[in-house]
C-alpha cells in the first residue's frame, strides 16, 4: 500500500530531526510510529465529550434493585380491557 501524507513544515521538520537523531530515514520514522499507535491493544474509539457526559449521566442514576423486568406485549396493555 502507498500513503501519501501531507504534512505540516513543522511536523516535517520534526520527522527529519527525528529521523537524523536515530540515524534512520523519515519513512522508517513514520512508519514506527504508525505500528507504535496501531499495536496489538484492543482499538478504542477516543470518547467525546457528548460520550462523556453522557457516561457521567448514566453513572448519577441509581440501579433498579427488581432482577426482572417484564415488557412483554400482555404486560404493557394489562388491564385496559382488550
Not at 24 to 46: F, I, Q, R, Y
Amino acid at each position: 500500500m502507498t500513503l501519501t501524507l501531507h504534512l505540516s513544515p513543522e511536523t516535517e521538520s520534526r520527522l527529519i530531526q527525528w529521523a537524523n537523531l536515530t540515524g534512520t530515514n523519515p519513512e522508517t520514522v513514520a512508519l514506527e510510529a504508525l505500528l507504535e499507535k496501531l499495536s496489538d491493544e484492543p482499538l478504542a474509539l477516543p470518547q467525546t465529550t457528548s460520550a462523556n457526559e453522557f457516561q457521567a449521566w448514566l453513572v448519577a442514576h441509581p440501579v433498579s434493585a427488581a432482577t426482572t423486568l417484564d415488557d412483554s406485549r400482555e404486560s404493557i396493555y394489562e388491564g385496559r380491557g382488550e
